[in-house]
């Protein structure tokens, strides 16, 4: 593990759970200390929550560092883009006056819209509809078009709708050939660089929950394929989780709530999808499961998101005279003393709590979110 204190480490953020962990929170809580901010898989199935001043913005494709001024932002060739949409999303933060560079991969392949039309109607896994597995099977098949083919391909070709063309042309200004050789040249010159994971380590399309995955390498492997650099440039690996899970769309849970407390759990902390507002199911935390995340990204530090919503769920059950915890490495449910944030601080409690999973995963713990908004944030390493 690296502990520079002089030096700053390039990094990435990875969900070690089912997507939807709160890695948002967790860039946009760091990015300000990065240059580069570099998205490698997936596409608008993301949903990407960050919370400042009480104003909530949900990014799909772009990086959610774009808040912080003059950032350079990367969509890198292992994404798959929804032209439409990301123009949309562009425009929409150069509007509200978000200063950004932002850097799209000419091998990023497309999503279509007949993608969209396909998508989930021959699956049964509940997928969020936007083309992604459809867009990933054509790149797969040597059938995909990628950005710079469609840029180089006369106007209204390729059965092209105007509104596809009218966003790829707005788009090309920010297109080069090899997002890795962007990168390359920054780094050289002592930029420092962050990848942002989408989904996470369960809807990994190897090492996931097969067939109820995305169709991506949001695991570590990805961020080399997916932007075009080499292991070594990536000092600090870091997971982020939630003290309990959730999942949207098809598969188990692992350790699913009784009907009241999934209830409970999913109003404090809001857990609805981002990008399709469905209900997201929860499970208690799986120690083992997220061991295996541990293993399979070689992670060097942990993010725990939401404990401000566990410990009010500790203190609610409590109230109903029943105690709340996690599934040990061993399988064991362990119950654990309802705690609670002091003016949205941790204290004793909960940095007991934080201890003992620290204990149990095996893997130091640097990040602490403390609530939605930016502010609420500890490091602890
Ligand atoms: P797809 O990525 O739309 O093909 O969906 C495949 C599976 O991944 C479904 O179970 C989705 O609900 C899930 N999924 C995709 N993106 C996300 C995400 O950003 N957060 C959580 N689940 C996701
Ligand atoms: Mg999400």
Request: hydrophobic content about 35%; aromatic content about 10%; some cysteine.
């Amino acid at each position: 593990m690296t502990h520079d204190y002089y030096k700053l480490p390039n990094a990435c953020i990875i969900g070690a759970q089912y997507g939807d962990e709160g890695k948002a929170k967790i860039v946009d809580a760091i990015a300000s200390k990065y240059d580069i901010i570099a998205r490698y898989q997936g596409g608008s199935n993301a949903g990407h929550t960050v919370v400042v001043n009480d104003t909530k913005y949900i990014f799909h494709q772009i990086p959610s560092a774009a808040l912080h001024p003059g950032k350079t932002v990367v969509i890198g060739n292992g994404c798959v883009v929804d032209a439409i949409a990301l123009a949309k999303e562009v425009r929409q933060l150069q509007g509200l006056g978000f200063d950004f560079k932002l850097v799209l991969s000419g091998k990023a392949h497309l999503v279509r819209p007949y993608h969209k039309e396909i998508d989930g109607k021959d699956t049964k896994i509940g997928t969020t509809k936007q083309g992604i597995g459809p867009a990933y099977a054509d790149k797969v098949n040597r059938k995909g078009v990628r950005v710079k083919d469609y840029l180089a391909l006369p106007f209204g070709a390729d059965n092209t709708t105007p509104e596809e063309n009218e966003a790829l042309h707005f788009l090309e200004q920010f297109v080069v050939e090899d997002v890795g050789e962007v990168i390359a040249q920054l780094t050289n010159s002592g930029k420092k660089l962050l990848a942002e994971g989408a989904q996470g380590t369960m809807l990994d399309i190897d090492h996931g929950d097969y067939p109820f995955v995305t169709s991506s390498s949001p695991t570590i492997g990805g961020v080399f394929t997916g932007l075009g650099i080499g292991p070594k440039q990536i000092d600090d690996i870091i997971g982020v989780f939630k003290p309990y899970v959730t999942r949207v769309g098809e598969g188990e849970v692992p350790y699913p709530m009784g009907t009241e407390e999934d209830a409970l759990l999913r109003e404090l902390g809001g857990e609805y999808g981002a990008t399709t507002g469905r209900p997201r199911r929860c499970s208690y935390l799986d120690i083992k499961a997220l061991r295996y995340a541990c293993r399979v990204n070689g992670f060097t530090g942990l993010a725990l998101t939401k404990i401000d919503v566990f410990a009010e769920f500790t203190q609610r059950m409590a109230k109903d005279g029943q105690l709340v915890g996690y599934v040990d490495k061993n399988g064991y449910k362990t119950l654990i003393k309802p705690f609670s944030l002091k003016d949205g601080h941790l204290g004793e409690d909960a940095y007991r709590f934080i201890w003992q999973l620290q204990r149990e995963i095996g893997v130091p713990i640097k990040y602490v979110s403390t609530g939605a908004d930016r502010s609420a944030f500890a490091q602890l390493l």
